[in-house]
């Protein structure tokens, strides 16, 4: 009954902020390549489409300034070629992002979108935007699945849920020379999913498996298995607030293996619940710490006061891979797809590149390190 | 099975560390019932607002942990102390406010049911919203250590630091185990003490066989069904600082989940019957445990609510099955 709107909503879209993570950085040089023939670019817009109002604003908002800042600076070294900034407020719901996409397509001075922000908006929105040829790239959507749809306007410039698993395995058995490795799942497609993909790339090393369920609080069976299993690390497939719960509770029935988690578990919210006991958690990320690019980190703090936060780098570079092109005159959605589809260029996040489903061929993946209360980067993790 | 019984111990313990407080919350489920026939839904509530309550006395105290002994205990009992409060205040106020004029109207039960429903929505709401609640009256950035990330996790600084006091069965039992199912225990036998001696008591036990009659004897009816509301209130108060030291976390919609298993334990153990709602828990919780040992984690609510209606096909009325008004002075 009162569940099903109490609890399952709010943790729908934690669920759906959470395929996402932390801030980002790269090198100072602009995707926006070289000055070209300009020509007008009257009436040209591009598109944010994500959540800015609904329980995961927070997340939508960092990406949308990314876009903006992007945008600002493009508008002041073009003088002669402004463009706009459509926004599409999604409040992260896939049943709005039906509509919102059919609205964008009949606008037809957008010629390019950022986002849809989350993978369940992607889902929905992403054959509408095929249909009316109108090219994406999102900054944050990692559900492996939505670049097997076959949609030719889909892009993404970070690495997809299933670049990450492999990662975190790496890690634990090269940094961590782990011998012992337990594995917790909280059941959601993105936990139960990444939790599968570690448990295959650790083989034998794995010593147990259990699975937890969302918005449980006590967590002691599994603090017992995982105990009497003797694991020194324990990799846990989910989102912070169980998390938090479960790391808090290992550690006070004097569980000392490293805690590993993703991406769903870097959050403040993690720290938060757990305290003390997060303390030398790994979280790993598909996303650069923002130290990585000074230049953006400033022009961002300056531009909004504040620092930039989970993705809006990635954001940065998804607008100016379409500004580079409006640039060289493509200011049609035709023109601007194949931009997009050819487009090779250094972001500040990485060498931006996309393969034929419109996923990044370069992916990076970092791993995060709990100390002192805070998230800090600890080193990237080389995969393949 | 054999991960069962080599962590038996283990298992047994911090199955009945959960199924304490389940019973401690079930009590309210099962007094207002008892009085009642109605399932106060909003219960769940009661509880969560005293689980904040302790942690914002201990975010306002700020005890680091390992402080001086008596400096822990004044701490606890601080919180325990506002819990109680705060619990019990909600839970009148939930009398007075969603079912009162019910009552008097001699509303039909669903009607109440659904009022409490409402009721619960609406507490969980304004928790879940505390920070906006917060901004209306101006407040925001002085009440910052209270009102923060108010749909996250909030944590509860546990002054007391959990020690290891003596080993079974490859288990250490820890300082804040016993408390939980020795004040557990205390608080049961305090009530059903309280139910069957004092005046009160009596009025509690008179309302709930037959409260017309109760009322032509001079019980004073709207008087009791406060009394109940708010006994249920502060045991759920209780519960809440037991979870805490435990749980260490609480959020605005944690007493959901807590308010089902607790309602099931009432359920088990015979609602109406305040013994029944203590030994309910503690099954639930073991049940639990054990079925999460036996088969995984996952499955621990179905191995528990498959014991719930085997139990309730062989006795309907629950374990002990007896109700409130029926026991025995």
């Known amino acids: 009954m009162r569940f099903s709107v109490k609890t399952g909503a709010p943790l729908l879209a934690l669920a759906l902020a959470l395929s996402a993570c932390g801030t980002s950085g790269g090198d100072d040089e602009e995707a926006s390549g070289g000055g070209g023939e300009a020509g007008t670019c009257e009436d040209v817009a591009i598109g944010y489409f994500g959540a800015l109002t609904g329980s995961a604003a927070n997340l939508g908002i960092n990406i949308r300034n990314g876009v903006k800042l992007a945008v600002d600076e493009f508008n002041e070294e073009n003088a002669d070629c402004q463009v706009s900034l459509e926004e599409y407020d999604s409040a992260g719901d896939p049943n709005q992002a039906t509509g919102l996409a059919t ?3 009949g606008d037809d001075s957008v010629i390019g979108v950022v986002g849809p922000a989350f993978s369940g908006e992607s889902d929905t929105a992403g054959p509408i935007f095929a249909e009316g040829g109108l090219p994406t790239i999102s900054a944050s959507a990692t559900n492996p699945d939505l ?105 006070g029935a004097g569980v000392e293996a490293t805690f590993v988690v993703a991406d769903g578990v870097k959050d403040p919210g993690f ?77 500040i996040t990485k060498t931006i590149t996309f393969d034929e489903n419109g996923e990044p061929e370069n992916i990076s993946v970092w791993a995060y390190k709990v100390e002192n209360g805070e998230i800090v980067a600890d080193q990237e993790i080389e995969t393949n | 099975m054999s991960f069962l019984f080599n962590n038996f111990v283990e298992l047994t313990v911090t199955g009945l560390v959960l199924g304490a407080v389940y019973g401690l919350v079930a009590l309210g489920y099962t007094l207002v019932y008892g009085v009642l026939q109605l399932i106060n839904f909003a219960h769940s509530e009661v509880w969560m607002f005293g689980s904040f309550a302790a942690v914002w006395v201990t975010v306002a105290l700020g005890v680091a942990p390992g402080s001086a002994l008596p400096v822990v205990i004044g701490v606890l009992l601080l919180a ?30 669903l009607v109440a049911l659904i009022s409490a429903i409402g009721a619960s929505f609406a507490l969980a709401e304004i928790m879940g919203l505390r920070d906006r609640v917060a901004g209306w009256i101006g407040l ?73 009659a109760a009322a032509l004897m001079g019980v004073n009816r709207n008087r009791i069904i406060r ?44 609602i109406g019957n305040v013994r029944g709602a203590l030994l309910g828990g503690f099954v639930l919780g073991l049940a639990e445990n054990y079925g999460s040992a036996l088969i995984g984690s996952e499955w621990r609510d179905v191995v528990a609510f498959l014991l719930l209606v085997v ?12 109700s409130l008004g029926r026991a025995r002075a």
């Not at chain 1, 594995?183 to 090393?205: F, R």
């Not at chain 2, 139990?311 to 007896?322: K, M, S, Y």
């Open chain 1, 103 to 105: 609205q964008a397509i």
């Open chain 1, 147 to 251: 670049s097997e749809n076959g949609w030719d306007t889909f892009h993404r410039v970070l690495g997809n849920d299933a670049s990450q698993g492999p990662a975190a395995a790496t890690y634990i058995a090269d940094v961590l020379q782990s011998e012992k490795v337990f594995v917790v799942d909280d059941a959601s497609a993105y936990g139960a999913g990444l939790a599968e993909i570690v448990e295959e790339s650790a083989g034998d090393a794995v010593v147990g498996t259990d699975t937890i369920q969302t918005g449980q609080t006590d967590f002691s069976a599994t603090v017992t298995s995982i105990r009497s299993s003797g694991a020194d690390s324990v990799f846990f497939g989910g989102y912070y607030a169980e998390a938090g719960l479960l790391v808090q509770q290992m550690r």
């Open chain 1, 271 to 347: 720290i938060e619940a757990a305290g003390d006991a997060a303390e030398g958690t790994i979280i790993t990320c598909p996303c650069l710490p923002p130290e990585e690019s000074q230049d953006f980190y400033s022009a961002f703090e300056e531009a909004f006061g504040a620092a930039p936060a989970t993705y809006s780098a990635e954001a940065y570079d998804a607008a100016n891979v379409f500004l580079a092109g409006i640039l060289e005159g493509n200011t049609d959605r035709e023109s601007l797809l194949e931009w997009v589809n050819d487009f090779s260029g250094e972001g």
């Open chain 2, 80 to 109: 325990l102390l506002a819990a109680m409060t705060v619990s019990g205040g909600v839970a009148l106020l939930l009398e007075r406010v969603a079912y009162r004029r019910l009552i008097r109207l001699d509303a039909p039960k």
């Open chain 2, 140 to 212: 925001r950035d002085t009440l910052d250590p209270y009102v923060r990330s108010a749909r996250d996790n909030t944590r509860f600084q546990n002054p007391l630091e959990t020690e290891g006091l003596f080993t079974v069965g490859g288990y250490t039992v820890s300082n804040v185990d016993v408390i939980i199912i020795v004040s557990a225990v205390l608080m049961m036998v305090a009530l059903d003490q309280f139910i069957r001696r004092t005046r009160t008591g009596r009025g509690i036990r008179a309302v709930a066989q037959d409260s017309e």
């Open chain 2, 227 to 270: 009394a109940t509301f708010l006994v249920g209130g502060i045991m759920a108060g209780a519960a809440a600082l037991l979870y805490l030291m435990r749980f260490g976390v609480t959020r605005w919609n944690a007493g959901f989940l807590l308010g089902v298993k607790a309602f099931t334990a009432a359920v088990l153990g015979g």
């Open chain 2, 311 to 322: 139990i309730l096909l062989f006795r309907p009325t629950g374990l002990l099955g007896e």
